[in-house]
Nanobody, 121 residues
Framework: QVQLVESGGGLVQPGGSLRLSCVAS????????MAWYRQAPGKERELVAD???????DYADSVKGRFTIARDNAKKLLYLQMNSLKPEDTAVYYC???????????????WGQGTRVTVSS
């Protein structure tokens, strides 16, 4: 019913930048909060940043001042601008959205398939 597709991952040197994108499609009535999560090898998935429908944002301490989350509600797009990347940012990054599907009255959680970010020299 709802698909989230991420793009923009890749290999980057320490100190470099990447911009991740996520587009939502399907039977969407309304999107509430959206977020980026990441999962490094051998570690649990963790919240990186989230953004409300009104644009309020929150960040994990480890990325504050380096990452910026943004969204385009009209185009159903979510972004993550990542600057000053460090090797410890290496992970698979996942897009998450809380969506009210057409014909329902409740929020459901949806995830993208993930995009890999590798920070290495």
């Amino acid at each position: 019913q709802v698909q989230l597709v991420e793009s923009g991952g890749g290999l980057v040197q320490p100190g470099g930048s990447l911009r991740l994108s996520c587009v939502a499609s399907g039977s969407i009535f309304r999107i509430s909060n959206m977020a980026w999560y990441r999962q490094a090898p051998g570690k649990e998935r963790e919240l990186v940043a989230d953004i409300t429908g009104g644009g309020s944002t929150d960040y994990a301490d480890s990325v504050k001042g380096r990452f910026t989350i943004a969204r385009d509600n009209a185009k159903k797009l979510l972004y993550l601008q990542m600057n000053s990347l460090k090797p410890e940012d290496t992970a698979v990054y996942y897009c998450n959205a809380k969506v009210v599907v057409h014909g329902t009255l409740y929020l459901s959680d949806y995830w993208g398939q993930g995009t890999r970010v590798t920070v290495s020299s």
